[in-house]
């Protein structure tokens, strides 16, 4: 069936950064673009930015321009959110969803910002 | 960057209707916003009810729609049950940038 395996929690300093992958199983890879989106504990939802997965263009929030990478290997089918500069408020859940009406989730990645 | 207005919490008697509302700090939400509602229960992720204003998934119970109402989007539930009482989640696209919504706070009571 369709999912979405997204790599295992992180505890990472101030200033360093954080890369979570997203790796796609049972439909082409290359067929939906991939969405990250984050949510800190209590918080909203954050949309962080998506790419295409066939071409690789991205676009990205506002709020995270500059500071966040999203790519991906068609090869492994799957995505990558590269989040540098890390601060204690990016301590979140950090998701993967599928661009197909973002029908499929991620479990979702915990990112830990701690000194 | 837009912002995306919910009402931060509502309360609906169990087999009553509510209706959820999405707003844009750039005018009306059309159609071309591609309005999206999710739901929420702790610990879990976000579950996508409704896609490009009023479609639904597979998943989605009948007794959940979506509509544009009065410049904004619109969740209707008519029939709550006790499982829906959850966060609700509005997603507006911006020129293909997408931004949420705060989220409303929903409670079967």
Same mark, same amino acid.
């Given at each position: 069936?369709?999912?979405?395996?997204?790599?295992?929690?992180?505890?990472?300093?101030p200033?360093?950064?954080?890369?979570?992958?997203?790796?796609?199983?049972?439909?082409?890879?290359?067929?939906?673009?991939?969405?990250?989106?984050?949510?800190?504990?209590?918080? =909203?939802?954050?949309? $962080?930015?998506?790419?295409?997965? /066939?071409?690789?263009? &991205?676009?990205? #929030?506002?709020?995270?321009?500059?500071?966040?990478?999203?790519?991906?290997?068609?090869?492994?089918?799957?995505?990558y959110?590269?989040?540098?500069?890390?601060?204690?408020?990016?301590t979140?859940?950090?998701?993967?969803? =599928?661009?197909?009406? $973002?029908?499929?989730?991620?479990? /979702?990645?915990?990112? &830990?910002?701690? #000194? | 960057?837009?912002?995306?207005?919910?009402?931060?919490?509502?309360?609906?008697?169990?087999?009553?209707?509510?209706?959820?509302?999405?707003?844009?700090?750039?005018?009306?939400?059309t159609?071309?916003?591609?309005?999206?509602?999710?739901?929420?229960?702790?610990?879990?992720?976000?579950?996508?009810?409704?896609?490009?204003?009023?479609?639904?998934?597979?998943?989605?119970?009948?007794?959940?729609?979506?509509?544009l109402?009065?410049?904004?989007?619109?969740?209707?539930?008519s029939?709550?049950?006790?499982?829906?009482?959850?966060?609700?989640?509005?997603?507006?696209?911006?020129?293909?940038?997408?931004?949420?919504?705060?989220?409303t706070?929903?409670?079967?009571?």
């Amino acid at each position: 069936q369709v999912q979405l395996v997204q790599s295992g929690a992180e505890v990472k300093k101030p200033g360093a950064s954080v890369k979570v992958s997203c790796k796609a199983s049972g439909y082409t890879f290359t067929s939906y673009a991939i969405h990250w989106v984050r949510q800190a504990p209590g918080q =909203r939802l954050e949309w $962080m930015g998506w790419i295409n997965a /066939g071409n690789g263009n &991205t676009k990205y #929030s506002q709020k995270f321009q500059g500071r966040v990478t999203i790519t991906r290997d068609t090869s492994a089918s799957t995505a990558y959110m590269e989040l540098s500069s890390l601060r204690f408020e990016d301590t979140a859940v950090y998701y993967c969803a =599928r661009e197909r009406y $973002m029908d499929v989730w991620g479990k /979702g990645t915990t990112v &830990t910002v701690s #000194s | 960057q837009a912002v995306v207005t919910q009402e931060p919490s509502l309360t609906v008697s169990p087999g009553g209707t509510v209706t959820l509302t999405c707003g844009s700090s750039t005018g009306a939400v059309t159609s071309g916003h591609f309005p999206y509602w999710f739901q929420q229960k702790p610990g879990q992720a976000p579950r996508t009810l409704i896609y490009d204003t009023s479609n639904q998934h597979s998943w989605t119970p009948a007794r959940f729609s979506g509509s544009l109402l009065g410049g904004k989007a619109a969740l209707t539930l008519s029939g709550a049950q006790p499982e829906d009482e959850a966060e609700y989640y509005c997603l507006l696209s911006y020129s293909g940038a997408r931004v949420f919504g705060g989220g409303t706070k929903l409670t079967v009571l």
